[in-house]
């Protein structure tokens, strides 16, 4: 394997402990090309890729497009590459097709936006293939990559198919940083019990190693708390890494470098939108201070903070638990009564094949429950005074209660004439019927005979 070493410092905003390799400012990074460049592109032709003994350094048109040269040989310098001449062929043809690409849009890549970075690196290997020309090695294009993201930050990695962020990283920081950060998480996380692989583990080294990309260095220590919230915050993060990416900050501030992450999503309730800021508040309360179990009271907060935008819509005068009345109890009950899937929802993403269909009378009935419970609770903590009685002003309706009762399912043709059959035939000598022992069958009918005197 072969190190390169890296040239210059970081364009970062924040003092990064790592240099970056490329600063635009050393470059003439003019948009356009000018005519003798691409004059001088155009005369080179395939003598852009510049194997060793396949082209002249002296020529003149190299002398020309010394200006687009320069950074990307700068890059070159700075990229990890295996020991494999595939590889270093695969960056002399990176270089030589970004120079075609500004031959033909006439701008150098200092300008080029990221849909015209992923048109040069094909959606997939495939794509790739098909629209390069045939001399060009197959290991260009992850070495396009890392030009795109060195001297355009192109970060949209989810876009390229299915692409590995560990060789990405590898190439930019080079293999050693990389691998020292993964196996520092990896072992704090081997000491919490979670079963990750010694070597690279395909479920943190992704998420990882586009957190460095993000962050633009390869130490652990430069993964600050803000660092996290940035990276979090990430147009380009999938969905999917944020598991792991929570695992990962626990890892690091366990190193001393960032604070603990914050509670995931899936184990904090959403704050309560949609409602009175007084109306949410009395929620909270109750919910902390309940004791019924956990899940009973997030679905009875879900239920309130309903009622709360129903309040806001039909009722905003009412923004405490204070100013309910019997009146206010039976308009609510009538609307539980009326209610949809839906309705006064916070988020409809999951509702959205059941919208407009009416709840059931289970639902119903859980809509009052919670509610004569949240109101009965605060009547005995004694923080709203008695001003009716939750069991009678929010009971549910007979006609809700008559449809509580079991919920036969239809029974098919066939399976219904084979039970009707089986009754009509049955008998005590049926050879399906359960049998019992003599001895059980007499001790269950007749008592024991009883002992002499």
């Not at 020309?133 to 990559?145: I, N, Q, V």
């Not at 009622?307 to 638990?321: C, D, F, K, V, Y």
């Amino acid at each position: 394997m072969t190190v390169l070493t890296a040239v210059s410092a970081s364009t970062t905003d924040t003092p990064l402990s790592w240099p970056w390799p490329v600063e635009p400012d050393r470059y003439d990074r003019r948009p356009e090309l000018t005519g003798d460049e691409r004059e001088a592109l155009a005369s080179l032709g395939t003598d852009l890729r510049r194997y060793p003994g396949g082209h002249d350094p002296q020529a003149p048109q190299w002398k020309t497009v010394r200006r687009l040269l320069r950074p990307l040989d700068d890059v070159r310098s700075s990229l990890w590459c295996p020991d494999d001449g595939s590889y270093r062929r695969g960056v002399d043809d990176a270089i030589a097709l970004i120079l075609l690409r500004c031959a033909a849009r006439r701008r150098t890549v200092w300008v080029w936006p990221a849909d015209d970075w992923l048109a040069l690196i094909g959606t997939s290997a495939r794509q790739f293939t098909a629209n390069a020309p045939g001399w060009a090695e197959g290991t260009a294009r992850p070495y396009l990559t890392s030009y795109a993201y060195l001297l355009s930050n192109f970060t949209e990695f989810d876009r390229l198919g299915s692409f590995r962020r560990l060789p990405l990283a590898w190439r930019v920081f080079g293999k050693q940083l990389v691998d020292e950060a993964q196996q520092q998480v990896a072992q704090v996380l081997r000491g919490w019990g979670y079963q990750v692989e010694a070597g690279v583990d395909a479920r943190i080294s992704p998420v990882l190693c586009q957190a460095l990309l993000f962050n633009r260095s390869p130490l652990l220590e430069d993964l600050t708390t803000q660092a996290f919230d940035r990276i979090r915050q990430h147009p380009d993060l999938p969905d999917r890494y944020a598991g792991a990416l929570y695992g990962i900050q626990r890892a690091v501030a366990t190193l001393g470098h960032c604070e603990m992450p914050p509670t995931p999503y899936r184990g904090r309730m959403p704050a309560i939108k949609g409602t009175s800021h007084s109306w949410a508040e009395w929620v909270e309360r109750w919910h902390s201070t309940s004791t019924l179990s956990r899940k009973v009271r997030d679905n009875n907060r879900s239920l309130l903070s309903k009622i709360g935008r129903w309040l806001a819509a039909e009722h905003p005068e009412i923004t405490e638990p204070t100013q309910w009345t019997r009146q206010t109890c039976a308009a609510w009950v009538a609307t539980v009564d009326k209610l949809c899937v839906g309705d006064y929802v916070q988020r409809v993403a999951s509702h959205e094949r059941r919208t407009g269909q009416p709840i059931t009378p289970h639902s119903k009935s859980g809509y009052l429950t919670a509610t004569r419970a949240f109101f009965r609770d605060l009547q005995e903590w004694e923080w709203i005074p008695r001003r009716f009685d939750p069991m009678r002003a929010l009971s549910t309706p007979r006609t809700i209660a008559a449809m509580l009762g079991p919920d036969p399912r239809v029974i098919a043709d066939d399976i219904w004439a084979k039970l009707l059959w089986a009754g009509l035939n049955i008998g005590p000598d049926a050879a399906d019927a359960p049998r019992r022992s003599a001895r059980w069958s007499w001790a269950r009918r007749s008592p024991p005979p009883r002992a002499g005197p």
